[in-house]
């Protein structure tokens, strides 16, 4: 026990129930957190063991039913292209990828802080794109689940169904890609002590997420959660560039 770090898994519990909420994910907030303390590619390992919990846990709170369009058109270029990208992580340098991890942060909440009306049509095209975009995103960056919410919310669904649907796309997402960063090497038998830990965090803080759902608005918090996103990706690079 003396080795855990309980700070890291109180900052993880952290991202969970900001990323329940959100509708972001977790692993948006998880990944960068997660880069103070564990080599980028230790991160990725347990990002995607984390995340199997997590995403079960939404998949039996949200059970409200799932859109099954949206598996097939977004879960299935998802698997194709988080597999593509959990190889071609193995092959790009560490520091690059925590780069391009910090400039995508930024971009990508300061896109949907100025463009807060932003919105896809809702097709099969945009919802394959979408699909294979947040797939490969997630492979190569660990996160990706961003881009899965702006695909899905093109779609008007309720609450608790784009939740769930979304949860049980990343869980096959996730499940793809443990096989590829063992594969990889990512998943260390010195890291695996904290799994047990994450497993019980991704549970406690899926259901006090819900919970808090119910008294705060999701608008309201979005906003303040891609403030935290950029937050988490400017000190990421600076981080990595005055450190």
Partial sequence: MKDINFIFLLLALG?????????????????????????????????????????LSKIFL???????????????????FVIAG???????DSVLLKIVLGLFLVGL????????NLILAPNKKNAIAGGAFSGFSAGL?????????????????EKSVFIATSAFIDFMIDFSRTFVYYNNGYIHNHDLKYVPFLFVI??????????????????????LSLSLILFIGIVTLLQLFFI
């Fill in 62 to 80: 949200f059970k409200k039913g799932l859109d099954k369009k949206l598996l097939l058109y977004i879960g299935l270029p998802s698997v194709i």
């Fill in 15 to 55: 991202a969970e129930i900001i990323g329940t909420i959100g509708g972001f994910g977790s692993s948006v907030f998880f990944v960068p957190i997660g880069n103070f303390y564990f080599d980028f590619y230790s991160v990725l390992g347990l990002t995607a063991l984390f995340h199997l919990s997590s995403n």
């Fill in 86 to 92: 959990g190889f071609l992580s193995k092959v790009l």
């Fill in 202 to 223: 991704g549970i406690l803080g899926s259901y006090i997420g819900k919970r808090i759902l119910n008294y705060i608005p999701q608008t309201k918090f979005r906003k």
């Fill in 141 to 157: 960056l660990g996160t990706g689940g961003a881009i899965r919410g702006l695909t899905m919310a093109a779609f008007n669904l």
């Fill in 109 to 116: 909440s300061l896109l949907f802080l100025i463009k807060s």
